[in-house]
T-cell receptor, first 119, second 110 residues
Framework: AQSVTQLGSHVSVSEGALVLLRCNYSSSVPPYLFWYVQYPNQGLQLLLK??????LVKGINGFEAEFKKSETSFHLTKPSAHMSDAAEYFCAVSDPVGGSSGSARQLTFGSGTQLTVLP | DGGITQSPKYLFRKEGQNVTLSCEQN?????MYWYRQDPGQGLRLIYY???????QKGDIAEGYSVSREKKESFPLTVTSAQKNPTAFYLCASSTSDTQYFGPGTRLTVL
């Protein structure tokens, strides 16, 4: 069974400081990995994803993440935090449901990290 | 504009009532999903559908039902058998590797 651990349910950074949100996963197959962001009372928006290829992936709003197989990690970073980055962030891992060749893939989510940006 | 719509945004239910949450997508995606979100617990999968007229239970299907009569629509019914239905419900649809989410429906049981 897959699982995702996000270290730190709440992270606070100052505006302009580095953002680092940690995600570790377990998976029995090569994983697809995702970061989503959620603003209050809204749905989830895809920030970035890793499926195959380059292990350093860039996403929207200046975020990037690096897939490290040896560490089973997919940490999210941003060099300089902005007030608008305050939100909840979810890491997720997916694999095909029931081993099927259909289009559905089951996502397993971490419990989320609430990012606060201090002025 | 392509996307996923959910309605209503807010829904109030009395105990013992069934309610149906709507989810529509115009992205031409085959697969659709329903998740439940509770504070501090991330998202949990209720049901998913890979194709019209087919759907499968997820991790927490008890007390819920779905239908998939059209590719664009995947409504979720929260039945009176669901003991703790107050939550935020998210619908998603997917390409071969990525899920995209609707704006959500917040259900409150009075």
């Amino acid at each position: 069974a897959q699982s995702v651990t996000q270290l730190g349910s709440h992270v606070s950074v100052s505006e302009g400081a580095l953002v680092l949100l940690r995600c570790n996963y377990s998976s029995s197959v090569p994983p697809y990995l995702f970061w989503y962001v959620q603003y209050p009372n809204q749905g989830l928006q895809l920030l970035l994803k890793y499926t195959t290829g380059a292990t350093l992936v860039k996403g929207i709003n200046g975020f990037e993440a690096e897939f490290k197989k040896s560490e089973t990690s997919f940490h999210l970073t941003k060099p300089s935090a902005h007030m608008s980055d305050a939100a909840e962030y979810f890491c997720a891992v997916s694999d095909p449901v029931g081993g099927s060749s259909g289009s559905a893939r089951q996502l397993t989510f971490g419990s989320g990290t609430q990012l606060t940006v201090l002025p | 504009d392509g996307g996923i719509t959910q309605s209503p945004k807010y829904l109030f239910r009395k105990e013992g009532q069934n309610v149906t949450l709507s989810c529509e997508q115009n992205l031409n995606h085959d697969a659709m999903y329903w998740y439940r979100q509770d504070p501090g617990q991330g998202l949990r999968l209720i049901y998913y559908s890979q194709i019209v007229n087919d759907f499968q239970k997820g991790d927490i299907a008890e007390g819920y039902s779905v239908s998939r009569e059209k590719k664009e629509s995947f409504p979720l019914t929260v039945t009176s058998a669901q003991k703790n239905p107050t939550a935020f419900y998210l619908c998603a649809s997917s390409t071969s590797d990525t899920q995209y989410f609707g704006p959500g429906t917040r259900l409150t049981v009075l």
